[in-house]
């Protein structure tokens, strides 16, 4: 089971240079061209901030451009939803988030409740995709209804096991945007997939490649395609750096689930897009971090 995982496409309602003067629709179609030699794909991922201001254009340019390249592989696609994404607009546009190479929705469930949740199976993997969008806020939660919704699909193990795709990350590094704006509930997901057939959790949000454990499931955080964050910044400051990524998920063999990140031949890569110091990523944090 080999699965291309995209996230951060932060696509804009026209081409035009988002606020930082980055491109990006530019930006994936970059991404998308350098990943055109990839074989075998049985599946592509796309955990969310899709649309960078929830516009309906924006995901109509997104399911034209991901869905013609999954069409050379005859593989569905799966979106979900992210932190700036609006769940009106993404359902017009993209239904359930589940969609086969002709576009018809392939969702066997979905959670209901207006919340943006589907499964459909792909080679004897069941695909779920969550939703930790939380209007309004950075950071994401997974509610109680949808994490009982999850319980029941879990219930039955499915031919080859389960793969969860969402976009906030159950798992962060110990820096200050990572902690405030990760998911905040991560030990009821913890709950929700302890011995279950859960093989690997796949997010985005934080625009870098991150690996770790929810207690025994493998989460894997892969980078964004409209920017990379860049730890190499000094701690309490955020630096993000021109340059797509994306990942190859590869499940199922002898030494699975394995991970690797592809980076678009970009000439600009690692040219600074916007940094804040110390007062404003605490600016940012306050404004924006959990409250209470
Ligand atoms: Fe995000």
Redesign the pocket.
């Known amino acids: 089971m080999r699965i291309l995982h995209l996230s951060?496409t932060h696509l804009e309602r026209t081409d035009a240079p988002n606020r930082h003067g980055v491109d990006a629709t530019g930006s994936l179609r970059l991404m998308l061209a350098a990943l055109r030699h990839q074989r075998d794909v049985d599946a592509v991922v796309v955990t969310?901030?899709l649309a960078n201001d929830g516009a309906v254009e924006a995901y109509t340019v997104l399911r034209e451009l991901v869905g013609e390249f999954a069409r050379t592989w005859n593989a569905p696609v799966l979106y979900t939803t992210?932190?700036?994404d609006e769940r009106e607009a993404f359902a017009k546009v993209l239904g359930s988030g589940h969609l086969d190479p002709d576009g018809t929705d392939r969702a066997e469930a979905t959670s209901g409740s207006g919340e943006r949740a589907a499964v459909s199976t792909v080679g004897g993997y069941r695909l779920v995709t969550l939703d930790s969008l939380v209007p309004g806020e950075?950071y994401g939660r997974l509610g109680a209804a949808q994490l009982e919704w999850l319980r029941e699909v879990l219930r039955t193990p499915a031919e080859r096991g389960t793969v969860l795709a969402f976009?906030?990350p159950p798992v962060t590094l110990d820096v200050p945007t990572q902690r405030a704006f990760g998911l905040l509930n991560p030990d009821d997901l913890a709950d929700a997939v302890r011995d279950t057939d859960v093989r690997v959790i796949l997010t985005?949000?934080f625009h870098l490649q991150l690996f770790g454990f929810l207690e025994r499931t493998p989460v894997w955080v892969t980078p964004g395609v409209v920017n990379r964050i860049d730890l190499t910044a000094r701690p309490g400051t955020e630096r993000a750096v021109r340059g797509a990524s994306a990942s190859l998920v590869e499940l199922g063999g002898p030494s699975g689930p394995m991970f690797h990140t592809f980076h678009a031949p970009d000439p600009r890569a690692h040219e600074p897009v916007y940094e804040l110091d110390d007062e404003r990523t605490r600016e940012f944090l306050d404004r924006f971090g959990p409250r209470g």
């Open positions: 951060d969310g901030d992210g932190n700036h950075v976009h906030h985005g949000h």
